[in-house]
């Protein structure tokens, strides 16, 4: 059995991992061990449809483990924690029942301290056993796959992962992997309405992303991620927080350059309400159920437009001069200005040309300043301005009008119709997803 001495991790001075959180034996990793996929788990209403997907899927060449990791807070209601033991019985139960192909490692993280608790803590107990497990053998650039616990996946998910890792992207750090939430008849109409609303308000940020020309252009989704473990340990593993951890971990990795999307296969997340975070699916669909509203406004498509000025001025601005900097502060619209004066923009150039020794430095430094944070935050400021507004609008129109800049950009033909439709502008959107990008 391995010693885990390096999943160990100290909250309070205190160590949280815990030999008792493993409800079955831990065996030595098998030599060919090459992907581990991690699945946080707290109160979910069926756990074993997750397991028989990943069943279902077909074998890579490499062996492959599974860390499921029931969590809750020591005061979480009792509840809960009797939900986990039944939860936990249900899958060892089944573990005997089908031998899956994978090796299945279950925890139940019952105990975890109440001001950390949460999706960020569960994901990191996970991978960085994954991670112990994996560096054991040597296995540095082995990925460890995020998961959720309400996702199934398509048959060819462990073999797209594998050949991405080890043959298409043999360089890359770390991906976003395709995700498609279901539009069936198992969805009620209110949900349904709701879920392809979210969805394509997702895709239409990052395509604004795109537009704009940003590297953070990317979904930042937790149960469609993954990371080589050898930089996940460089990079310090997983934050704890509570909601959003996926957004900030992967944002973290994007600076390192290489960044990639697996499009050959795809994950299949819940379309249902939940509030264990404060934002994120389930969050959007209790909003949409509690008060929805058919217009769905999103940011203006504008904000992107903006952005993308913004960054088309950084052309030939290495080496930085004075004289370059007057003339980039020169060129941009006034809440543009407003934005880089309230950053203090011209005093971070200066910092970051002082401490770049090429273009492509320079740039780097200027992404990590200008992160997918700062993007965000950017077009919030943008919004508010009251000389040159611009305020949400409708989803369909929003989408509607970035899909057609999107195929003039890329000198294709958007082959939508004259009137915007939301089902028509997901359809659309999934198929810009998956083409390759790299910013120009």
Known sequence: MLILESVYFKIGGSRVFKAEWLLNALPSPHPQLGLVVVIPCHAEPDVLSTLQSLQAASQPDCAVEVIWVLNASANADSAVQ?????????????????????????LNAADLPPKHAGV???????????????????????????????????????????????????????????????????????????????????????????????????????????????????????????AGEDFYFLHKLMPLGGFSQINSTCVYPAARVSERVPFGTGKAMGDWLSAPNPAYPVYHPQSFAQIQHLLQGLQGLYPLTDAKLRQFESGLSAPLKRWFAQESGAVKLLEIQANSTSERVFLQRFFRWLDGFGVLKLVHFLRAQSD???????????????????????????????????????????QLDRLPYKQS
């Open 120 to 242: 960020g803590l569960a994901r990191r107990i996970g991978m960085d056993l994954a991670t112990e497990r994996l560096l054991s053998l040597g296995k540095e650039t082995a990925p460890i796959v995020c998961l959720d616990a309400d996702c199934t996946v398509a048959e060819n998910y462990f073999v797209a992962l594998e050949r991405h890792f080890y043959s298409e992207a043999p360089k890359t750090p770390a991906c976003s992997i395709a995700f498609a939430h279901p539009l069936d008849d198992d969805l009620s109409a209110e949900l349904a309405a709701g879920i392809l609303r979210y969805e394509l308000y997702l895709r239409y940020y990052v395509q604004g992303l795109r537009y704009a020309q940003l590297p953070c252009a990317y979904h930042t989704i937790g149960s469609s991620m993954a990371v080589r473990a050898g930089v996940y340990r460089a990079q310090g593993g997983m934050n704890r927080r509570k």
């Open 388 to 430: 040159m507004p611009l305020p949400e609008i409708p989803l369909a129109e929003a989408a509607w009008t970035l899909a057609l800049w999107r195929s003039a950009q890329m000198g294709q033909s958007p082959g939508l119709p004259s009137k915007p439709d939301l089902a028509v502008l997901l359809a659309h959107y999934r």
């Open 82 to 106: 009797a939900q986990h033991l039944q939860d936990a019985e249900q899958i060892l139960t089944w573990q005997k029942d089908q031998n899956p192909w994978f090796e299945l490692i279950l």
